[in-house]
């Protein structure tokens, strides 16, 4: 289990969400795991596993821009006083988190209370924890679902403040240029990786194709977290990633799903298995990449897609529920996706697809990244009042 529990620490580390000495990772077998000593465990967290039926834990203390923007949150955000709770609003946490508990106390009774409800509980002051009861997998994946739920709602906040409410002040024109100072470290590589070239001429190349293409959305910080899933149709079959699977391990998570619905191959296949089968049937697209890209996500929900022909920076913008449902993505985003090879889902995330292999919708992810991130910094530079500019140096460079 050692080699588990590294490989989450490296991911947390790699990914930029915890730095390895920041974090503890725990598994209970006969006996407990950790990718440190006990000695060196916070026993309040070992004692956690007399609270829960779990097997996994982590604590950790957020990188940077996280974690500046979790004790920002703390202080501004009047739910933290009022519920003891955060409403993200992003479609995904939201769906699957609904809220995220805030405690004051690192004990192990507070911090079991608040996990017994909820996926991850952020400690004031110590950092996020989260559990997994099948593998240490769960945790790491409910943490990042907190970083990036974090930071969604952040800049939501900053837009809301300088641009709807228009009365930001000096503190808070401080707090977002230190978040742009440390953004840096997590920003997507615009510089795009080159993938295999050309339509898939067998099966197995198709497959290869696939976990290619999930470690580039992983390489390029276009998904956060596991959220996001990727399809190839070859020979009147979609090749897709498995529910939950990591995009960055794909190879052995790919299921075939006949386009006639001949197999229930379907049922660990992605939940947006739907919306994926209807843009090959509604287009001559052979491949398709969804991610949940922050900035895509922040400023789609800047946009009304109840609105006939909603754009942001030229790509359509539509609603969607999570699900197969009459309001559901399978119906919204395939028309819109025809039309402009990319959609962008409320709240959600980015479909984009292509005629042959994944550089092409990659390179749509990235491009519309890349605006999105530039016209959240023009839209709050554009309502900065002209006394705060001195403040937010990183907006004006
Ligand atoms: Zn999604």
């Given amino acids: 289990m050692i080699s588990q529990i590294d490989k989450y620490i490296g991911k947390l580390s790699n990914q930029g969400l915890c730095l390895p000495d920041d974090a503890?990772?725990?598994?209970?077998?006969?006996?407990?795991?950790?990718?440190?000593?006990?000695?060196?465990?916070?026993?309040?967290?070992?004692?956690?596993?007399?609270?829960?039926?779990?097997?996994?834990?982590?604590?950790g203390r957020p990188a940077e821009p996280y974690w500046t923007i979790i004790n920002a949150m703390m202080k501004y955000e009047k739910s933290v006083d009022q519920l003891g709770r955060i409403m993200p609003q992003d479609c995904e946490t939201k769906t699957f988190f609904h809220d995220i508990?805030?405690?004051?106390?690192?004990?192990?009774?507070?911090?079991a209370d608040a996990l017994s409800h909820?996926?991850?509980?952020?400690i004031r002051g110590h950092g996020i924890a989260s559990w997994g009861s099948v593998s240490p997998e769960q945790a790491f994946v409910s943490f990042s679902s907190t970083c990036f739920a974090m930071f969604v709602k952040f800049f939501n906040d900053m837009l809301r403040i300088f641009c709807d409410e228009r009365n930001p002040d000096e503190?808070?024109?401080?707090?977002?240029?230190?978040?742009?100072?440390?953004?840096?470290?997590?920003?997507?590589?615009?510089?795009?990786?080159?993938?295999?070239?050309?339509?898939?001429?067998?099966?197995?190349?198709a497959l290869g194709m696939i976990a290619e293409a999930g470690r580039a959305v992983v390489n390029h910080r276009l998904v956060d977290s596991f959220f996001g899933n990727i399809s190839y149709l070859l020979d009147n079959s979609i090749y897709i990633s498995q529910t939950g699977s990591s995009l960055d391990e794909l190879e052995r998570c790919i299921d075939a799903v006949p386009m006639d619905g001949s197999s229930s191959a379907g049922i660990t296949a992605s939940?947006?298995?739907?919306?994926?089968?209807?843009?090959?049937?509604?287009?001559?697209?052979?491949?398709?990449?969804?991610?949940?890209?922050?900035?895509?996500?922040?400023?789609?929900?800047?946009?009304?897609?109840?609105?006939?022909?909603?754009?942001?920076?030229?790509?359509?913008?539509?609603?969607?529920?999570?699900?197969?449902?009459?309001?559901?993505?399978?119906?919204?985003?395939?028309?819109?996706?025809?039309?402009?090879?990319?959609?962008?889902v409320q709240g959600h995330g980015v479909f984009a697809c292509g005629k042959a292999d994944f550089n092409e919708p990659l390179s749509r992810m990235l491009e519309f990244e890349k605006v999105c991130f530039y016209e959240c910094l023009s839209t709050l530079r554009s309502s900065c009042p002209a006394s705060l500019t001195k403040f937010l140096p990183n907006l004006y460079n």
């Avoid at 508990?101 to 911090?111: C, D, L």
């Fill in 271 to 344: 939940s947006e298995l739907s919306a994926h089968k209807n843009i090959y049937l509604s287009s001559n697209s052979r491949c398709v990449l969804h991610g949940h890209p922050r900035f895509s996500v922040i400023m789609s929900m800047r946009s009304n897609a109840t609105e006939p022909e909603c754009r942001l920076m030229g790509i359509p913008v539509v609603s969607g529920d999570i699900g197969t449902g009459s309001k559901g993505i399978m119906h919204t985003v395939p028309p819109a996706v025809h039309e402009c090879g990319c959609t962008v």
């Fill in 118 to 122: 909820r996926k991850s509980v952020i």
């Fill in 24 to 59: 503890t990772m725990l598994f209970l077998d006969a006996d407990i795991s950790a990718n440190r000593p006990q000695s060196e465990c916070n026993p309040e967290l070992m004692r956690i596993f007399d609270h829960m039926n779990i097997n996994s834990l982590l604590f």
């Fill in 101 to 111: 508990p805030i405690i004051n106390t690192f004990s192990a009774a507070a911090i």
């Fill in 171 to 205: 503190s808070v024109a401080k707090l977002l240029n230190s978040i742009l100072n440390k953004l840096k470290i997590i920003q997507p590589d615009f510089k795009q990786a080159q993938l295999h070239h050309g339509a898939a001429a067998s099966h197995i190349e």
